[in-house]
């Protein structure tokens, strides 16, 4: 470790997450559970199998991964009926999540995120759920394990794969299939970006190189 360095991070000025923790949990899904929170819910899949369901799109889980649920979205999760599912959950709030989020590659689009093989992940969400039950100074250490968590999804963001030397028309071909698919649901040029990980400038000059007009017009 280097000695006598000081090393600036930031002033009164800047804001970054702000997490604010609201609740937190297990729980066996026993049932189909629709969510349709006013803040994130991180869910870690403990055991067993089930679907995550966002805007009609269902995805498959399993032991050692995770989903999220996103404020005003509703999310359905239920169980496989061979393989019960057991979740430890959090729910939480904060200035720039979703940006943080979508450099993560989780939208409500693509909302699931796997574990190590280690088990790393598994071992912050169970830390959070016990540091909730133990006081005093519980605010604190369940805060700790949720930067971390946000930290670990940032470390471990998993792009598709993709065709080298193509990154753009594939992102392109993502795009065009999206808006196939759900074009009559009044879907906006942000949900067209978010569908494949992207800002809206971003996907605007992938259309405009290969398609001579915007995302915008395309979808008129």
């Known amino acids: 470790m280097e000695k006598n360095i000081s090393i600036h991070i930031s002033d009164r000025s800047h804001y970054n997450l702000t997490l604010n923790v609201y609740y937190c949990g297990n729980l066996d899904v026993t049932q189909e559970y629709v969510y349709k929170p006013d803040h994130y819910i991180f869910f870690f899949v403990r055991e067993g199998k089930g679907s995550v369901t966002v805007r009609q799109v269902s995805h498959k889980v399993e032991s050692g991964q995770g989903f999220v649920a996103f404020p005003g979205e509703e999310t359905r999760v239920k169980s496989n009926y061979k393989n019960q599912m057991n979740v430890t959950y959090v729910a939480f709030s904060g200035y720039l999540v979703e940006r943080y989020l979508s450099r993560a590659c989780l939208t409500a689009y693509e909302p699931v995120f796997s ?3 280690d088990g790393e992940l598994r071992q912050m969400f169970e ?4 540091a909730s ?3 005093p100074n519980r605010y604190c250490k369940i805060m700790a394990q949720l930067y971390s968590i946000v930290g670990f999804l940032l470390d471990h963001i998993v792009h598709d794969d993709k065709p ?3 990154a753009a028309e594939y992102y392109l071909m993502r795009t065009l299939d999206f808006i196939d ?3 009559a649901e009044d879907i906006s040029v942000e949900d067209v970006a ?3 990980g992207m800002n809206r400038k971003s996907i605007t000059d992938v259309f405009k190189k290969f398609t001579g007009f915007s995302p915008k017009d395309y979808l008129i």
Not at 127 to 130: R, V
Request: net charge negative; proline share 5%.
């Open 164 to 166: 080298d030397g193509a």
């Open 127 to 130: 830390t959070l759920l016990t």
């Open 133 to 135: 039950t133990r006081f």
């Open 194 to 196: 978010a569908s494949v």
């Open 181 to 183: 698919m759900n074009y």
């Open 115 to 117: 574990d190590t093989p």
